[in-house]
């Protein structure tokens, strides 16, 4: 059950607003406001396309970075992440509203704003229950997997807009398959429009990179086709976009709805939690800048909140709107406060030259920011210097491309989870041999040698449970099977940081067996969570409270003053 809000509560998250853009580099604003441009430029074009696949008037689409984004830029704290339609989210919820109500009629967007304010809830919500964590189980070989995965299922999916053809169907291989088959179907005219963009974008960034070669080519191209009337000669154009402000309020919906439509909520809630905290943390990680998973629910619920009371769809952090604006030289929330800026105008006044912006124009520069994703130099960087990880995220890239955005964040997931799990379950831990009267040097464990005659200091090298259990019971014998002068056994728990219920059970059964062979248990550098995890377990009763020593050094005098008597 969620608390109301306390006077500090309420100051606590008065400070957190705004840390998208804190602190404010003024040297660095103008960069920003010009990528904030540049993402008006080429996110409006796209975000139509995506209320074309919800099933939405193309207006809503506009209506996405208008108020989402900026209430995102408010109380969001990735300086990069940007909010907006995406085509995931707006698959999901074209499936699900399907059958419901007839495709971009009132009913249609009405039940389309309760999908966004129930996943508002459901972000909020786990926000309250703290689920942020889980972007902490997506290591860094795996972002840069499934950036690149993200990137190759954009570009492929770019192509037949390029090529002026209606394109294949399915998966994005499968797609791209099927737009290659249809080569000889290609309209020259469309290929020259999407040529002439991409030499525009690709001659700027390599001749005049502070340039935005990509707006010149957005608003070029819109005065070409109005000139010289390219939708006679075959081009395809997005058509009239009705301008005007959208209206603010509940949709008009029954609870039944909501309970309908709360499973199609749910699935777009996971799409955003893991899409998100991906984009956000790989971002985070290129530019060595902080951010807070749990704050970015909050923003993204609020986001989603206004977008339900707007008229819109669900909105979600965009990988491709990400790189849109990091291509610019975005580099704050900034950015995304002048792209709102932008729609407003554009919503009020400049919705009609939109309509002659060839489809083209936008395939090219979307396939264009697919292959920025695409991190070759990442790849390879991960093969070199750890080539486990490297399998790793080729295994997340084919998940992406093969199945599908969702899954492959799922599976980076599992796979990272897994990777952290592989680490614990086979730790290299080590015993600590004295080569001075103040020095130690770990050795590994299966080099065995003793701290002082009589003693052996084992530090085990991850936290006690289940599944390292028997790996630690294993080398614990060994240990002492080597040693017939062994006296003193000494665990070092400085790394363990937990003891589970199978672990304490395995203790309790290895000391008497210890004790038989004549050799005691002792423990160092014990923290008091673990410490009262083995009291609970019943270790201590069998080994006695003065078996715990503060450091290990502490241990080997204990040890050498039994020995000695002195």
């Not at 100051?11 to 960069?31: T, W």
Request: charged letters at 15%; hydrophobic letters at 50%.
């Amino acid at each position: 059950m969620m608390d109301m809000p306390t006077r500090s509560t309420v100051s606590a998250v008065h400070l957190r607003l705004f840390e998208g853009i804190r602190p404010l580099d003024r040297a660095h604003l103008s960069s920003d406001v010009v990528a904030g441009v540049t993402l008006a430029a080429l996110g409006i074009p796209e975000v139509l396309g995506y209320a074309n696949i919800a099933g939405l008037p193309v207006v809503t689409g506009l209506y996405t970075i208008l108020i989402p984004i900026a209430l995102f830029a408010v109380f969001g704290s990735s300086r990069h992440l940007v909010v907006g339609a995406d085509s995931a989210s707006a698959a999901i919820l074209a499936a699900g509203l399907a059958g419901m109500a007839a495709v971009g009629s009132p009913q249609y967007v009405a039940l389309a704003g309760l999908v966004a304010l129930l996943t508002a809830g459901l972000l909020l919500l786990a926000r309250v229950v703290g689920l942020g964590f889980l972007a902490d189980f997506l290591s860094r070989s795996v972002l840069v997997g499934f950036l690149t995965g993200v990137g190759i299922q954009v570009a492929c999916g770019q192509v037949a807009g390029i090529l002026g053809v209606p394109g294949g169907s399915g998966g994005t291989l499968e797609k791209l398959w099927g737009t290659l088959k249809q080569v000889d179907e290609i309209s020259w005219a469309t290929f020259a429009v999407s040529l002439s963009v991409l030499v525009v974008i690709a001659g700027f960034k390599r001749f005049a990179p502070s340039v935005p070669g990509a707006l010149i080519a957005v608003i070029g191209m819109i005065a070409i086709s109005y000139a010289f009337d390219l939708a006679g000669d075959g081009v395809s154009v997005l058509g009239p976009v009705p301008g005007g402000l959208p209206s603010l309020g509940l949709p008009d919906v029954t609870w039944s709805d909501a309970g309908t439509l709360l499973p199609t909520a749910g699935a777009i809630f996971f799409v955003i939690l893991a899409q998100s905290a991906a984009t956000s943390r790989a971002y985070a990680a290129r530019y060595n800048d902080r951010f807070s998973e749990n704050t970015d629910l909050v923003g993204l619920g609020i986001a989603n909140l206004g977008a339900g009371l707007s008229g819109t769809f669900v909105v979600n952090g965009s990988p491709t709107k990400t790189q849109m604006v990091d291509g610019a030289g975005g580099r704050s929330q900034i950015s995304c406060l002048a792209t709102s800026a932008i729609v407003l105008i554009v919503l009020l006044f400049l919705t009609k030259p939109l309509q002659y912006m060839p489809d083209a124009v936008l395939a090219t520069i979307v396939f264009l920011i697919g292959i920025e994703l695409i991190s070759v130099k990442g790849m390879r960087h991960v093969r070199q210097l750890a080539p486990a990880e490297f399998l790793v995220a080729v295994a997340t890239t084919a998940a992406v491309v093969i199945f599908g955005v969702e899954q492959g964040i799922i599976l980076a997931i599992v796979l990272s989870m897994i990777a952290h799990v592989r680490r614990g379950y086979r730790p290299r831990n080590v015993v600590l041999m004295r080569t001075s009267a103040i020095r130690w040097k770990p050795v590994p464990a299966d080099q065995a040698a003793e701290a002082v005659p009589g003693m052996i200091i084992y530090r085990f090298a991850a936290s006690l449970y289940y599944a390292n259990t028997n790996h630690f019971e294993e080398q614990l014998r060994t240990l002492v099977a080597r040693d017939p002068e062994l006296r003193w056994l000494c665990i070092d728990a400085g790394v363990i940081a937990d003891v589970d219920y199978s672990a304490g059970q395995a203790l309790l059964e290895i000391q008497p067996e210890l004790a038989r062979g004549g050799v005691r248990m002792v423990w160092s550098s014990v923290s008091d969570d673990v410490r009262a995890q083995l009291d609970r377990y019943g270790l201590t009763d069998l080994i006695g409270a003065d078996a715990y020593f503060e450091t290990f050094a502490d241990a080997v005098a204990a040890f050498e003053h039994t020995t000695t008597g002195a």
